[in-house]
């Protein structure tokens, strides 16, 4: 139901500049969210094959893991000789307004090692190898997750403005707008038949 504005010409005017802002609003609104679908889905994808290869890589890990414990017995001295890892930075990108956190990492160097290489063997080194692809792996899953979250929120948001753009203001200002109009036409056509009656009135005295 519209709200019984005035029917005045100067209402009409507003009413029609709200309304197509709020057309405007909407489809800006649709935009925004078809973009940030598309950057998701990208992400998604993106997300199941770096999950996949963790997986894998995490199998083969555990996997050489295995075979240096058996060569060497429990690795647990070895593993205190790996530092901790403290070269990660967090930025952002925006997209459509959006924060995109952007992890970043020192890359690797893969021919330091950090134990002796006279107590250890090749399947102790293959084992650091490979779980240091997972922590990068790993690294580049948790930005990509907390972008998808990030995106999917705002298309939440998104949807639930375009939905009230499109189900509630805009059919509000239509509904204003006939009513105004309809209440403005009646006026104009009352106000022509009295002026056709005060017309006569005058022939009917002049004659």
């Keep these: ?33 078809n973009i940030l679908i598309r950057e998701m889905m990208m992400l998604i994808d993106k997300a199941n094959e770096i999950q996949g290869k963790i997986d894998k890589t995490y199998d083969e890990a555990y996997f050489a893991l295995q075979a240096a414990n058996i060569m060497h017995g429990y690795c647990l001295d070895i593993s205190k000789t790996i530092p901790v890892e403290n ?35 090749t399947a102790l080194d293959n084992a650091f190898q490979k779980f240091t692809d997972v922590k990068i792996l790993t690294a580049e899953l948790a930005e990509i997750e907390n972008s998808v979250y990030r995106l999917a929120d705002s298309i939440k948001k998104t949807q639930k403005r375009a939905n009230a753009l499109k189900n509630i203001m ?33 022939s009917k005295k002049k004659s």
């Design 1 to 33: 139901m519209a709200v019984q504005a005035v029917p005045t010409k100067g209402n009409l005017m507003n009413t029609k500049k709200s309304l197509s802002l709020a057309r405007m609003g909407y489809e800006l609104m649709d935009k925004k969210r």
């Design 87 to 121: 070269s990660l930075t967090l930025d952002y990108r925006s997209v459509m307004g959006v924060e995109i956190p952007i992890i970043k990492m020192d890359d690797p160097n893969r021919s330091e090692l950090h134990f002796g290489l006279n107590s250890t063997s």
């Design 170 to 202: 805009i059919p509000k200002f239509e509904e204003t707008v006939k009513y105004i109009s309809d209440a403005l036409d009646e006026k104009d056509r009352e106000d022509f038949s009295r002026m056709k009656v005060i017309k006569r009135q005058k």
